[in-house]
């Protein structure tokens, strides 16, 4: 071990006991403590010699993101991390000992998004593994990777997950101030599934541009009008087209049902609170049928 980092260790495992000049109060004593760990961290990362993030099932690192769709979680997609940091269970007798540390996971995620063969990489304790492994486990699923055609594949994903006393501290009086407030206010916890842009006419106009049918069949009629089922699941895939209200004439409703078929996928509904997760979505979606079918059935 450098003689740099073991100086570290040493001081942070016995930092409430450190005097600083001028060091007065609790608020000092926090202070200390939060750039002490900050300062670890910032040497942990460095030396972490494994490629982070999504990977080829054979461990072999994806240079060009741009050739797959990588996992995506409701919540965390941006940075996982953050998923471990503000669910962890600190275990008590190092949070009591006031040590710190990390550990390195890998795991597969399935072509469900499902988290499979957890291997702990490296670690300061073996405690903190068990915290890792729990909370790997416990993930909700993600919308999984995907190759250039849409294809879902299996992939590999790597986490660093730090363990730094003060900072899971702060974190539960956060949280617990976080808790009381949401008792005073209204919160929206859900997103809707959105197709497309996220218009909120992107779907129906999808359908529209897709469209055509014989608008002699109407008669003296000028417009029709059906109504048709779209289940979208949790991975933003058709589950079910159905006709809700027929707009009279079965082959235009059978034609829209193989539209909605056939879209490409939605960004599934999202459910916020807690680990957050992917739901599935019932959307109803009227289709007019004009005597004079042109362009302008189009919504903006």
């Not at 409703?253 to 807690?274: C, F, K, L, S």
């Amino acid at each position: 071990m450098k003689p740099s980092l073991f100086f570290i260790l040493f001081m942070l495992c016995f930092y409430p006991s450190v005097t600083l000049k001028g060091q007065n109060n609790k608020a000092d004593s926090v202070f200390l403590c939060e750039n002490m760990e900050a300062h670890l961290d910032s040497i942990w990362r460095k030396e972490n010699i494994w490629n982070l993030g999504v990977a080829k099932i054979t461990g072999e690192p994806i240079k060009d993101l741009s050739t797959i769709e990588a996992p995506k979680w409701a919540k965390w997609s941006y940075n996982l991390e953050e998923y471990f940091i503000s669910q962890m269970k600190y275990p008590k007798h190092l949070l009591a000992k006031n040590q710190a540390g990390y550990s390195v996971a890998m795991f597969s995620i399935d072509t469900l998004g499902l988290p499979r063969r957890i291997n702990i990489l490296t670690t300061i304790h073996e405690d903190f593994d068990k915290e890792v492994i729990r909370l790997i486990r416990d993930l909700p699923h993600c919308l999984p990777c995907r190759d250039k055609n849409g294809k879902r594949i299996e992939c590999l994903y790597t986490v660093y997950v730090p363990f730094l006393p003060q900072q899971y501290r702060d974190r539960v009086i956060a949280d617990s101030i976080a808790e009381e407030e949401l008792k005073h206010c209204f919160v929206e916890w859900e997103e809707q599934a959105n197709f497309q842009d996220g218009k909120r006419w992107s779907a129906q106009n999808y359908i529209y541009q897709n469209l055509t049918y014989d608008a002699s069949l109407l008669g003296e009629l000028q417009k029709a009008k059906g109504v048709y089922k779209i289940h979208i699941d949790s991975y933003g895939e058709i589950k079910e087209a159905k006709t809700l209200r027929s707009c009279g004439i079965p082959q235009w409703d059978e034609e829209v049902i193989q539209i909605i078929r056939n879209m490409p996928r939605w960004t599934p509904a999202m459910h916020h609170y807690g680990k957050g997760k992917y739901k599935d979505a019932i959307w109803a979606i009227p289709v007019i049928f004009e005597n004079h079918h042109s362009p302008h059935n189009v919504i903006e």
